[in-house]
């Protein structure tokens, strides 16, 4: 089932690449086609920035929003289709998670229950993103299909490992001069969706 719903996820991603870059299918297809999903979200969330500017302020949310719920299920599909066994000194074994040269297994739950959960998440955002992308491509026409609500985030499976304070990102801060803080792109397009998130639940 996530494998299924997964391979929609990234034709309905492609859809809205082209919705964010106005781009008819056919071009948007030759762009992206050795693209990855990654790069294909970083470069919507990218043009977003100026996307919100002109465009309307619920779509610009919602698309980013997208990309947000795309990459958490992207981690967690990768989780259970890339994953090791790890077995145990009593003759059990846990799913385990291993990336780069270093051999430093991340456990992470594999129960029934979660498999579930994550194939429930997959679906979602596959319907998710195909109504986002019907509504953007009938946005101000006279059978407008509404915009879906907001979809909350997924839980990782793999824990990404805990940040430690300090470092370069930290002194650069410290460097800052105070009352000279520029407002962070990541902070407005935060704005924009809990302004369209209250929105939500006013219309609702």
Known sequence: MITLYWNHCERNLLALFCDTFNLVPRIGWIIAHDMGDVSMCSKIQG?????EKSANKQISARLYRATEVYDACRLNRNALTHFTI?????????????????????????SLSELRRVAIEVQALSMYLWKLHKAISTFQKPNAEPLPPLLGVPELLVKP?????????????????????????????????DRAAQKDRKDG
């Open 47 to 51: 043009q977003l920035e100026f996307f």
């Open 161 to 193: 490992p805990r940040q430690t304070h300090g470092g370069q990102a930290s002194q650069l801060r410290q460097r800052q001069p105070k009352g000279q803080k520029k407002e962070s792109a990541a902070k407005r397009r935060q704005d924009a969706i």
């Open 86 to 110: 790890d077995p145990k000194p009593d003759s059990t074994f846990s799913f385990v998670r291993t990336k780069g040269i270093k051999y430093e297994p991340r456990e992470f739950p594999s």
